[in-house]
């Protein structure tokens, strides 16, 4: 029986390109890490990976297909800090139906959400 979701995964020409972003610029948590594959996740089942595929070329074509959701517990903050970094938002902190949400492109163009439940 399939239970849910268990995580994502990014795949890159080369995961290099991506780790520093993830790891050191957004502050994920690596739980595994090969020359290859990286795993982020705080050990409470969902997984968020970065890996080199041979079938990936350049940046993202079509990044609005997929966006990876990160939570936030103050988004606010996050912005500030991540825009202070040079991160390049493509929306604002803006307030959805009981969810802040704020959009942002990784190195290589995917689209990455931050969330905050509001209220």
């Known amino acids: 029986m399939?239970?849910?979701p268990?995580?994502?995964?990014i795949w890159s020409e080369n995961v290099n390109n991506l780790l520093p972003f993830y790891r050191d610029t957004l502050g994920l948590n690596v739980r595994l890490e090969t020359p290859e594959f990286?795993?982020?996740g705080d050990g409470d089942g969902t997984n968020l990976g970065l890996g080199t595929h041979s079938e990936v070329k350049?940046?993202?074509s079509d990044p609005y297909r997929h966006m990876v959701g990160l939570?936030?517990?103050d988004l606010d903050a996050d912005?500030?800090?991540l825009n202070a970094a040079g991160v390049e938002f493509i929306e604002q902190p803006t307030d959805y139906d009981g969810l802040r949400i704020a959009t942002l492109r990784d190195p290589e163009g995917n689209l990455v959400q931050l969330f905050q439940p509001v209220g």
């Open 38 to 40: 990286v795993v982020f």
């Open 79 to 81: 912005f500030r800090r």
């Open 6 to 9: 268990s995580g994502a995964t």
């Open 58 to 60: 350049g940046k993202a």
């Open 2 to 4: 399939i239970k849910g």
């Open 71 to 73: 939570d936030s517990d």
